[in-house]
């Protein structure tokens, strides 16, 4: 199983990345899939999650309104689109998969070794 996360960087304030995750090893399409991120000296915190079927998304409140998570399973790849950045924004960000419908951290079977973006000027 690999999840290989990339699209992190450097970013001013107000910018936006686009963060994607190639999936293999599995059957992408069985899994909801996570975007979780951890933040310098934080714990991991949830960030977005979208359905199997992507026909469900839920949000963080922190990142409402200005982040959107989608997925292609035909390329077994899971995005999260990341506008208007904010310096707190800064952490590692990580994708996970879950067989299941739970968001919690504890239920997630798999995870990719994160990216990070930096918020900064």
């Known amino acids: 199983v690999q999840l290989q996360a990339s699209g992190g960087g450097l970013v001013q304030p107000g910018g936006s990345l686009r963060l994607s995750c190639a999936a293999s090893g599995f059957t992408f399409d069985d899994y909801a899939m996570s975007w979780v991120r951890q933040a310098p000296g934080k714990e991991r915190e949830f960030a977005a999650g979208?359905?199997?079927?992507?026909?469900?998304?839920l949000y963080a409140d922190s990142v409402k309104g200005r982040f959107t998570i989608s997925r292609d399973n035909a390329k077994n790849t899971v995005y999260l689109q990341m506008n208007s950045l904010k310096p707190e924004d800064t952490a590692v960000y990580y994708c996970a998969a879950t067989y299941g419908s739970s968001w919690s951290l504890d239920g997630m079977n798999y995870w990719g070794k994160g990216t990070l973006v930096t918020v900064s000027s």
């Open positions: 979208i359905s199997w079927s992507g026909g469900s998304t």
